[in-house]
């Protein structure tokens, strides 16, 4: 048996964990597409907003309206109103007729143009016009290269989300995931819509475990192209990847600290499977977090940077457990059911995801910290890896669909749900990144 096999099997036999198991960023080959979202659930209530086709916008390599669109239906809270047949279509506010849009049902309305500057670069401008007052409550420009035409309409998107909503909007961000295509391990990055994505690591041995820095800048990650687990950190501008943990024995469950410069780890190099903290530099000493006569793993920081909640069967069944950064006593987090696994904080510390089995089916569930309440927010067969978009809003995780590994999302309240599929692969490990300034 090689030496991956042999770690999963541990895993599976402890804790019944469903496994899945280069150069700076580099386009995906031909024929790996895009992953494609179908939307499978809605939220209560949605907000009824027209998104009118921006003013010049035909002919340019990236449509924005389309994309602010699915982006905005995507989330569940907005229901978009058709704008076919309004003449003429404004992209100004002293073109609204808001009478004409109050009869379509409308309460917001997106207007703006998108105007090639014939230096190759466009500019582009928006307006969020609230329909029953009559006024405006958004408006931004940009200039910006054609590279840049999707990623701004997600930033308007977002700025839409966050007026309308209160939250921040997270249409703008990336997300990681491994897809394996026969022998073949791929990490990748795509945007939060699944489009674009890109390699940033392949390899014919397994990859797992990706984390995001802080700063979105840095993906940790376990690959097995030693022939046993080491801790990677790659730089997702330059390329270059640093060993961190290549410890005697396994180095696995790489946690990155809300500051960016340490990474908590799972290493055997003292025997059984303990947690420790390292530079997320690489070098110097690795200390010691927790001590137990069971395995402990998954680690993940709060985001204050105070706690650390983590796995272990120290109890005799796999439940979390959570104990200060510095080390010290571990307090029992959770109690219902013999199996709760792969812990991670909401952003705004309240709260925590994680795997829950009930039965024969692993389910994605959240538990509030004050309360101890948990609700069951998945019902597929094996649902695992859970998480969080930086705005708390939504929950990413891995499931199945016919014997193959999909990517799905549900919200923190259960009501709305997405499915991601990839035609050529099987999708695992699944992490949203953070807010950055992209």
Not at 256 to 274: F, T
């Amino acid at each position: 048996m090689n030496t991956y096999a042999c770690y999963r099997s541990l895993l599976q036999r402890l804790f019944g964990f469903v496994i899945f198991a280069a150069a700076a960023l580099t386009a995906a080959p031909p024929g790996h597409a895009a992953l494609t979202i179908d939307i499978v659930g809605a939220g209560a209530n949605q907000i009824p907003i027209a998104i009118a086709p921006f003013r010049s916008e035909e002919g340019i390599p990236q449509p924005l309206t389309p994309v602010i669109g699915a982006d905005l239906t995507r989330s569940g809270l907005f229901k978009t109103v058709d704008t076919g047949g309004i003449v003429p279509m404004p992209s100004e506010p002293e073109q609204v007729n808001y009478a004409q849009w109050k009869t379509r049902g409308a309460e917001a309305l997106v207007i703006g143009s998108a105007t090639p500057l014939g230096d190759g670069r466009f500019d582009v401008r928006f307006r969020l016009m609230d329909v029953t007052k009559g006024t405006q409550l958004a408006g931004f420009q940009y200039t910006v290269a054609a590279a840049q035409l999707r990623l701004t309409a997600h930033k308007i998107a977002d700025a839409i989300y966050e007026k309308l909503t209160g939250d921040k909007g997270v249409f703008a961000t990336r997300i990681t995931y491994v897809v394996k295509r026969g022998a073949r391990y791929e990490l990748q990055v795509a945007d939060a819509d699944g489009f674009g994505p890109q390699t940033v690591l392949g390899s014919n041995e397994p990859i797992i475990s990706p984390s995001w820095s802080p700063d979105g800048t840095r993906i940790a990650y376990v690959s097995f192209e030693r022939r046993k687990p080491v801790v990677y950190v790659q730089s997702l501008t330059t390329g270059r990847r640093t060993a961190v943990a290549n410890f005697s024995g396994s180095n696995s469950a790489p946690a990155w600290s809300p500051d960016g410069r340490r990474l908590a780890v799972v290493l055997s190099k003292d025997g059984g499977s303990q947690m420790f903290v390292i530079s997320a530099e690489g070098g110097g000493q690795a200390q010691r977090l927790s001590t137990s006569a069971g395995i402990d793993t998954e680690p993940n920081w709060s985001p204050d940077g105070q706690w650390i909640l983590f796995t272990s069967d120290r109890g005799g069944s796999p439940q979390i457990y959570r104990m200060p950064s510095s080390g010290g006593q571990a307090q029992r987090m959770t109690f219902e059911g013999t199996y709760n696994v792969s812990p991670r904080h909401s952003p705004d510390g309240k709260s925590f995801t994680f795997v829950q089995r009930s039965g024969t089916r692993f389910s994605v569930a959240v538990q509030d910290f004050a309360s101890r309440q948990v609700q069951v927010l998945t019902d597929g067969a094996v649902d695992e890896s859970p998480s969080y978009a930086p705005n708390g809003r939504m929950i990413l995780y891995a499931s199945e669909t016919r014997g193959r590994g999909i990517l799905a999302a549900v919200s923190s309240d259960g009501r709305v749900k997405q499915r991601f599929t990839e035609t050529g692969g099987d999708v695992r490990e699944p992490a949203w990144g953070p807010l950055t300034n992209r």
